[in-house]
């Protein structure tokens, strides 16, 4: 069974709703959670994350922020640069995505991931879920 000490969350429609850029339901007490079990957080898109945390109250939570400024935002590189920055081995972490292609990545890492959305195929992900309002930690179990 693999250890998970990290997370690495997408931005987009896993932690914020990014039509109108709030906060979705269930993530700040899921971020808690997570913070209180001692696992270490990173946020890792394509777009500019810390203005939008900073807004909403959320950049305290993530040891770790990637985005766009960094040049490796479109490839596998930005996943293993967020797991080192982390100071974790990829297989040491769990990435939430909606993107098949990043969970894929994900897959080719040795990372475990949780596809996160309605439209996520089974095979894309470990696990997949809706959204995160109803998870809790145990999500974070993989045999």
Avoid: H, W, Y
């Avoid at 250890?3 to 997408?10: L, P, Q």
């Avoid at 993530?27 to 939008?52: E, H, P, T």
């Avoid at 960094?70 to 081995?89: F, H, R, V, Y």
């Avoid at 089974?122 to 809790?136: E, G, H, M, R, Y």
Wanted: aromatic content about 4%.
């Amino acid at each position: 069974m693999k250890e998970v000490e990290g997370c690495i969350f997408d931005l987009d429609n896993v932690l914020v709703d990014s039509k109108n850029s709030t906060i979705l339901p269930g993530v700040k007490r899921f971020l808690i959670n997570l913070r209180v079990s001692g696992m270490k957080l990173a946020v890792a898109s394509k777009k500019s994350n810390a203005d939008v945390l900073n807004v909403l109250n959320i950049k305290d939570f993530f040891d770790v922020v990637l985005d766009s400024e960094d040049k490796t935002a479109n490839s596998t590189p930005i996943l293993l640069k967020t797991a080192s920055e982390l100071g974790l081995a990829p297989e040491n972490c769990v990435i939430f995505d909606n993107s098949t292609d990043i969970l894929d990545q994900a897959k080719r890492l040795n990372m475990s991931s949780i596809g996160v959305g309605v439209n996520i195929p089974c095979n894309s992900a470990d696990k997949t879920i809706p959204n995160l309002s109803n998870v809790n930690s145990s999500i974070l179990n993989f045999s």
